[in-house]
């Protein structure tokens, strides 16, 4: 079984600010992990994804995110926020294999002020 | 087409109508998902159909929920006798057979479902 926790369902930053966005997971098996952008009225655009390899993985738009194990976390970051970047953002969860469903947290919505 | 693709994009109906909702794929894809985004439970798995294997039907909610997918291509999505709480947005994604690409879900822009 598998599930995410997205901690603050709304963050606000100032243009130019850090952006951070926090995900912790739970999973008993090693996850795949991903991070979805959804503008209004819009479907799900992926950011960015985590499956091997390298746990800094960079992702469209100029965000990343750090997978780390002994945190179980998986945070969204970008150094310098955009007004264009205003959205919600899901993180989710999948176990490796050929297909397999995709676990969300509840999303955050991400505003940007001037 | 080039993306995922849903129709229709807005669907309201009377509570007690049936609704059926569709999704083209990605050509080429041979993974299909059908998920739920609604106020109060976010975004939900409902089924998945991998190839010619038997689909995944754990995430359906009721037996009034059903799926179908026709050729290994087009889906449709089925509410009977709808209820209020089914008001929600339904998206579907597909994804690859291409290994390295098969975890990655390519979602369409969503059918907005309301039912009064």
């Known amino acids: 079984a598998q599930s995410v926790t997205q901690l603050g369902s709304h963050v606000s930053v100032s243009e130019g600010a850090l952006v951070l966005l926090r995900c912790n997971y739970s999973s008993s098996v090693p996850p795949y992990l991903f991070w979805y952008v959804q503008y209004p009225n819009q479907g799900l655009q992926l950011l960015l994804k985590?499956?091997?390899?390298?746990?800094l993985v960079k992702g469209i738009n100029g965000f990343e995110a750090e997978f780390k194990k002994s945190e179980t976390s998986f945070h969204l970051t970008k150094p310098s926020a955009h007004m264009s970047d205003a959205a919600e953002y899901f993180c989710?969860?999948?176990?490796?294999?050929?297909?397999?469903?995709?676990?969300f947290g509840t999303g955050t919505r991400l505003q940007v002020t001037l | 087409g080039a993306g995922v693709s849903q129709s229709p994009s807005n669907k309201v109906t009377e509570k007690g109508k049936d609704v059926e909702l569709r999704c083209d794929p990605i050509?080429?894809?041979?993974?299909l998902y059908w998920y739920r985004q609604s106020l109060g439970q976010g975004l939900e798995f409902l089924i998945y159909f991998q190839g010619n294997s038997a689909p995944d039907k754990s995430g359906l909610p009721s037996d009034r929920f059903s799926a179908e997918r026709t050729g290994g291509s087009v889906s449709t999505l089925t509410i009977q006798r709808t209820q209020q709480e089914d008001s929600a947005v339904y998206l579907c994604?597909?994804?690859?057979?291409?290994?390295?690409?098969?975890?990655?879900?390519?979602f369409g822009p969503g059918t907005r479902l309301l039912v009064l």
């Open positions: 050509s080429g894809h041979t993974a």
């Open positions: 989710a969860v999948s176990a490796p294999g050929t297909a397999s469903k995709l676990t």
């Open positions: 994604a597909s994804s690859s057979r291409l290994a390295g690409l098969r975890e990655t879900q390519y």
């Open positions: 985590y499956t091997t390899g390298a746990t």
